[in-house]
C-alpha cells in the first residue's frame, strides 16, 4: 500500500527549514558521520541472540556510555498509534528484556493492556550498533519486582509510590511572580512524596506498590546491525523458528 501523500507544505525551500541535513557540510571531509568501525559477519554471531545481545552489550566502548539506555515502543489498539520512550534496561534473562516502571497510570501501560506486543531499540554509537526486539509483554510477579526495588534508592522507591506516572498534574491558583514559588502542578506531586514519607517513616523495608513493576519483552525476533561505510551496513535477523517443527532461531542477513 502507497503512503499517504502529504497535506502539508513538503516544497519548502531549504532555507526555510529549522533543520536540514545536519551533521553535512559542503566541505567533502565533513559530510554526515560514515560507519566506519567494524564488520559484521555471519560466522561472528551466536546462534542465540540473547547471547549475541550480552556479548555485544558487553563491549567496553560502551561501558561509560550507558549501554542499558534504550527505547520501548508499544502499540494502542484499535486506534493503532504507538508511543516510544525512552527506558532503562534492568535486567537480561534466558526468556528476555526485562524494564521496570509504572503499570498502572503511565502510556505504556495502558497500551499493553490493549495490546501485549512491544518493542526496544539500542543504539551505540561509540561502536555504531544498533539492536532491535520485537516480541511479546508479560508481567513480572510481584516477588521477581520487590527483588529490584530493593535495590533502588529510598527516594526512588518513594517516587515509585507517590508518582501516578503522566497523570495530569493540576496546578493550584497562582499568585506568586518567582518561578520556584508558583505552582504550576508540582506542588500536588510533592505532597504526595510527604504523604509516602510519612507513611514508610522508619520502615526500611518499602515493599512494591501493586501498580509498579517489571515487564519482560520475549524476543520472536531480533536484529543486529553494524554500520558500515556509504550506508551499506550488515544487518542480521534472528527469527524464532519454533512451530515449523523447527527449535531455535532463523538467521538471515538484511539489505541494509
Ligand atoms: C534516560 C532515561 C531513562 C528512563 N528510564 C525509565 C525507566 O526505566 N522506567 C520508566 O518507567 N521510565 C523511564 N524514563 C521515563 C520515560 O521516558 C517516560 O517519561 C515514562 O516512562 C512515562 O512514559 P509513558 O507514559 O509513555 O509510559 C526514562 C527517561 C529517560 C530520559
Given at each position: 500500500?502507497?503512503l ?5 507544505n513538503?516544497?519548502a525551500?531549504?532555507k526555510?527549514?529549522?533543520i ?21 559477519h ?17 563491549a567496553?566502548?560502551?561501558?561509560s556510555h ?22 532503562y ?6 526468556s528476555?528484556?526485562v ?14 493492556a ?13 561502536v555504531e550498533?544498533?539492536v ?8 513480572l ?10 535495590t533502588?534508592a529510598?527516594?526512588s522507591?518513594i517516587g ?15 499568585s ?8 504550576d502542578?508540582?506542588?500536588e506531586?510533592?505532597?504526595?512524596v510527604?504523604?509516602?514519607e510519612?507513611?514508610?517513616e522508619?520502615?526500611?523495608?518499602i ?10 519483552v520475549?524476543?520472536?525476533t531480533?536484529?543486529?546491525w553494524?554500520?558500515?561505510e ?12 519454533e ?14
Amino acid at each position: 500500500m502507497a503512503l499517504h501523500q502529504a497535506t502539508s507544505n513538503s516544497n519548502a525551500p531549504v532555507k526555510d527549514k529549522l533543520i536540514f541535513a545536519p551533521g553535512h557540510s559542503p566541505d567533502d571531509a565533513h559530510r554526515a558521520a560514515q560507519f566506519t568501525k567494524f564488520r559484521l559477519h555471519r560466522s561472528d554471531l551466536s546462534a542465540d541472540p540473547l547471547i549475541q545481545f550480552h556479548q555485544w552489550f558487553s563491549a567496553p566502548e560502551l561501558q561509560s556510555h550507558i549501554p542499558e539506555t534504550v527505547t520501548l515502543s508499544t502499540a494502542e489498539l484499535p486506534s493503532g498509534r504507538i508511543s516510544s520512550r525512552t527506558v532503562y534496561l534492568k535486567e537480561l534473562d534466558k526468556s528476555g528484556f526485562v524494564i521496570y516502571s509504572n503499570l498502572g497510570t503511565s502510556r505504556k501501560a495502558a497500551d499493553l493492556a490493549s495490546n501485549p506486543y512491544a518493542s526496544l531499540c539500542f543504539w551505540w554509537k561509540p561502536v555504531e550498533r544498533q539492536v532491535r526486539v520485537e516480541g511479546r509483554v508479560e508481567r513480572l510477579t510481584p516477588e521477581e519486582s520487590q527483588v529490584y526495588f530493593d535495590t533502588r534508592a529510598r527516594g526512588s522507591r518513594i517516587g515509585a509510590w507517590a508518582s501516578q506516572q503522566t497523570s495530569v498534574l493540576k496546578a493550584e491558583s497562582s499568585s506568586s511572580s518567582s518561578p520556584d514559588d508558583d505552582d504550576d502542578g508540582r506542588a500536588e506531586l510533592e505532597a504526595r512524596v510527604k504523604e509516602v514519607e510519612a507513611r514508610f517513616e522508619g520502615q526500611d523495608h518499602i515493599p512494591v506498590p501493586p501498580f509498579w513493576g517489571g515487564i519482560r519483552v520475549i524476543p520472536d525476533t531480533m536484529e543486529f546491525w553494524q554500520g558500515r561505510e556509504s550506508r551499506l551496513h550488515d544487518r542480521f535477523r534472528y527469527t524464532r523458528a519454533e512451530g515449523e517443527g523447527e527449535k531455535g532461531w532463523k538467521i538471515e542477513r538484511l539489505d541494509p
